[in-house]
């Protein structure tokens, strides 16, 4: 029994039996036996034969990659040969009849499927696999996947030794982890540390190019050429597939999960493609909503958690539905969203064509809205082409009065499938003048002060005309019914605020 531990029961003894004396006590807490040097040695090599092990179970199935690509005229000569002489005119400079780019992969198939990173094969002419007992082999790409910077190769073997996986969700934050892949072309380096989060995300993607983030963090010290080597844990089952780091030697890289790899590396063998589902919405977590905007805490007192809505893309899934900017969707299918992650995870999840139920609290209220999957545009940057907004000195019209006509990105100038010309609104900031007019997202305005308007632009010149301190009225097309409204200015100035 440890001695802390004795202590606290016998100080409990005392307090029922007062009468008990010192030597008693000493008797009932004998000072446990220091650990001999030996049983210390003894522990010791059980930890370093768990490590060798793991190892030796896991590196042959791990691969090198080496990808080449012709340089193109705008490549520069980055050549420099052993003696570190520079490409700028040091000895034995030579331009590089290829440029190369070298990685780490692991085998999931014994007929020879293997997985690797997007970015180590990107735009290779040539991609050669070396396995562990040096034999080597011309790969075949099978697929890709952008979004999540998946690969998967395929070379002509049989009978090869294959990794096997762990559920991602069962991997908890502390417990150790191992990395295996080719630093600075030193092959099959082996390294270890510790799960030091899960879930990260938003680390890489951008508006025009979203990727699927959901990463494991770790501290093991990963560097370049270990990209798309695998993450494991004690027992050799892959957790996780690297391919990130934040910096050299900061001990901040970032494996993408096995389940998110097996559910895209499988589809991609089966099919050689994958299309992802989609909603065509921005979100934001409901805590960075208030911190944006503290005036918000008073709107979403009594919810704890949630995605917030920040805008919805013209024509997505969601512009079809009821959703609306502001929106906090609480669960998917009844699985509850913390943040934008969670919902990412889950949307993800789902087929395209799927109907998906989610649950939005707006205005106090919480109610289940349908909505159906589409999928993902294969080029977001046509879709996402936000126009320069002007700052708060000189503010846009559609900004004075509580009117979000572009807050989608991309929305096009004349309103498709519509007969009425007009400008569409999809999104109306709270408590503004358009909201207290009555205004929604969808609704289409087609005329400022009785003259007619023929898109965005023709709709902001209009407001921007408009000089009567009574403000602009608005002629507007919901579905399919006109009606009016008095885009009232007076209480501007308390736009967004309690």
């Not at 809205?369 to 082409?385: C, E, F, K, R």
Request: with cysteine; net charge negative.
């Amino acid at each position: 029994m440890p001695t802390s531990r004795a202590a606290v029961l016998l100080f409990l003894c005392l307090l029922a039996a007062p009468g008990i004396s010192s030597r008693a006590q000493d008797a009932a807490s004998p000072t446990p036996a220091p650990l001999s040097p030996q049983a210390g040695n003894d522990l010791l090599h059980q930890i370093d034969e768990a490590s060798t092990s793991v190892f030796e179970k896991v590196a042959p199935a791990v691969v090198i990659i080496k990808a080449d690509k012709k340089p193109t005229a705008d490549d520069p000569d980055q050549t420099f040969d052993f003696n570190f002489h520079s490409p700028d005119g040091g000895q034995g400079s030579m331009p590089a009849p290829y440029a190369r780019s070298e990685g780490s992969g692991f085998i999931v198939r014994a007929d020879g499927y293997i997985y690797t990173n997007y970015h180590v094969v990107e735009d290779t002419d040539k991609i050669a696999v070396i396995l562990r007992d040096n034999r080597r082999f011309i790969a075949r790409l099978v697929g890709v996947d952008e979004r999540t910077d998946i690969a998967v190769l395929k070379i002509d073997a049989t009978g090869l030794p294959t990794v096997s996986f762990l559920d991602s969700d069962a991997v908890r934050v502390g417990q150790m982890c191992f990395a295996i892949g080719i630093p600075y072309n030193l092959d099959y380096s082996f390294c270890r540390g510790i799960v030091s989060g899960k879930g990260r995300g938003n680390l890489m993607s951008t508006d025009a190019e979203p990727l699927y983030e959901d990463y494991i963090q770790t501290d093991a010290f990963i560097n370049p050429g270990n990209s798309g080597g695998p993450l494991f844990d004690i027992d050799g089952r892959v957790m996780g597939m690297i391919t990130a780091i934040n910096g050299i030697g900061r001990g901040l890289a970032f494996a993408i999960t096995s389940n998110m790899l097996n559910d895209v590396g499988g589809t991609l063998i089966a099919t050689g493609h994958i299309t992802h589902p989609w909603l065509g919405i921005e979100v934001k977590s409901l805590d960075k909503e208030i911190d944006e905007d503290p005036s918000a805490a008073s709107r979403y007192e009594g919810l704890a958690s949630g995605v917030c809505v920040d805008s919805i893309e013209a024509n997505a899934p969601a512009f079809k539905s009821d959703l609306r900017p502001k929106d906090i969707i609480t669960k998917v299918d009844g699985v509850p969203v913390l943040n934008p992650n969670d919902l990412q995870r889950e949307i993800l999840h789902k087929k395209i064509g799927q109907n998906v139920t989610l649950s939005v609290w707006r205005a106090g209220k919480s109610f289940d809205l349908p909505i159906v999957t589409d999928s993902l545009p294969p080029n977001l940057a046509g879709v996402v082409q936000s126009p320069a907004r002007e700052t708060a000195a000189n503010p846009l019209p559609d900004a004075t009065y509580g009117i979000e006509f572009i807050p989608a990105k991309g929305q096009p100038e004349a309103v498709p499938g519509n007969a009425h010309a007009g400008a569409l609104i999809s999104a109306i900031i709270f408590d503004s003048p358009a909201q207290r007019a009555g205004l929604n997202p969808g609704d289409i305005i087609t005329e400022v002060d009785h003259q007619s308007v023929s898109g965005i632009s023709s709709c902001i010149d209009l407001l921007s005309a408009h000089s009567s301190a009574s403000g602009p009225e608005i002629t507007y097309i919901r579905k399919g019914e006109k009606g009016h409204a008095t885009l009232s200015t007076g209480d501007v100035d308390n736009v967004g605020k309690p």
